[in-house]
Structure formats: C-alpha cells, structure tokens
T-cell receptor, first 109, second 113 residues
Framework: KNEVEQSPQNLTAQEGEFITINCSYSVGISALHWLQQHPGGGIVSLFMLSSGKKKHGRLIATINIQEKHSSLHITASHPRDSAVYICAVTLGSNYKLTFGKGTLLTVNP | AAGVIQSPRHLIKEKRETATLKCYPIPRHDTVYWYQQGPGQDPQFLISFYEKMQSDKGSIPDRFSAQQFSDYHSELNMSSLELGDSALYFC????????????FGPGTRLTVT
C-alpha cells in the first residue's frame, strides 16, 4: 500500500467549476506539500501545510492531521489550471518527499 | 526572486557513457534533494544533502554518486548509463529543517540511447 494515496486519478471539469482533489496518508508526517506539474514540465510548489488551511488566489489547501487527510480546492477553474497535481509528504525527521501518484486535471473551456 | 537552477536542461547520452547533472540551490538554502521521474511515473527520491553532508538516501543505484560542494551547489554523477536511466531529474532546495518548503528546479531531461 502506498504511503500517500490521491483521488481521483483523473478529473475532467468545465471551466468555472469548483474542483477538489483529495490526499490521504498512512503515517505520521512533518509536512504535506501540494505540487503542480504541467505536461513535460517542471514542478511548482503550491502549498506546504502542517496544520489548518492555506489560500493563494483561487487555490485553497486544507489538512486534517487527526484524519491524515488533505484536500486541494480550485475555485472558478480555468483551462490553464490543467496539470498534474501531486500530494507529497515529509515523514518525521526525513528530509525527502514521498509522492502520491498525482491527479491529472483537465479543465475544458 | 532567484530560483533553483539546473544544468543542462537536456542531455543525450549513449549507453555506458557518463553524465553529470548540476544543481544550484536558491541562495542561502543549505539542503539539496535529487529526484528521478521516469516516463509516466511519479518522482522518486534519490539522495539529499544538508550542509554538504549526505542527509538521506533513497533508491539511488550504485552507479550514481552525488555530492554537495562548499558553495552548496550539488552534482549528480551517473556512470555506465543504461536505457532505463532515461528520465527527468529534478533538484530541489530548502533551508534546513524538513518542515521548510522545498523549491524545485526545472529539471534535466536525460535521454540514454
């Protein structure tokens, strides 16, 4: 079983829709990261969370430490949001990131 | 603001050749991480350095070695290249503590023919 599970694997939405991507993890973490990767492109860090909620523009990330669950929300989605969204965690005192399999989001105009 | 720099951005090598990938972290960042992302795969952690010392090691083949230099840049040396080494290699940097955010470089795309 993967330590980091994401759902859904693929998500197609119409422009303007509210989008939620979920991430569950099975072990104690020191931080959770939401990353964005465009096809063939580099990785951009969107959020790093250890508790609570963060907001940046149309993106909102929440984490529930007790339930070992995080969500990434995109409000008023736009075709330029189309990308792979990856949940990754740092475990305890380890420095490395352990990645989920990613969610491929396609937003149609 | 300065970002993580990786060079080269693209590299084509033949089997059994050697490759060196370079990573220049954000100024004042003291921790560097290397990740490998094969085609259609999620990134896998290779190795990390903190203050020029190896801090963690993942699924890095013995044919690969890496180090962090006094100016905090890091190099990943890959020898006896195999076709399966073809991948996107990311470097990330952060400041110290693992709860600090990691900033990713644009990646080096290595193609082994």
């Amino acid at each position: 079983k993967n330590e980091v599970e994401q759902s859904p694997q693929n998500l197609t939405a119409q422009e303007g829709e509210f989008i939620t991507i979920n991430c569950s993890y099975s072990v104690g973490i020191s931080a959770l990261h939401w990353l964005q990767q465009h096809p063939g492109g580099g990785i951009v860090s969107l959020f790093m969370l250890s508790s609570g909620k963060k907001k940046h523009g149309r993106l909102i990330a929440t984490i529930n430490i007790q339930e070992k669950h995080s969500s990434l929300h995109i409000t008023a989605s736009h075709p330029r949001d189309s990308a792979v969204y990856i949940c990754a965690v740092t475990l305890g005192s380890n420095y490395k990131l352990t990645f989920g399999k990613g969610t491929l989001l396609t937003v149609n105009p | 603001a300065a970002g993580v720099i990786q060079s080269p951005r693209h590299l084509i090598k033949e089997k059994r050749e050697t490759a060196t990938l370079k990573c220049y972290p954000i100024p004042r960042h003291d921790t560097v991480y290397w990740y490998q992302q094969g085609p259609g795969q999620d990134p896998q952690f290779l190795i990390s350095f903190y203050e020029k010392m190896q801090s963690d090691k993942g699924s890095i083949p013995d044919r690969f070695s890496a180090q962090q230099f006094s100016d905090y840049h890091s190099e990943l040396n890959m020898s006896s290249l195999e076709l399966g080494d073809s991948a996107l290699y990311f470097c990330a940097s952060s400041f110290g503590d693992p709860t600090y955010e990691q900033y990713f470089g644009p990646g080096t795309r290595l193609t082994v023919t």
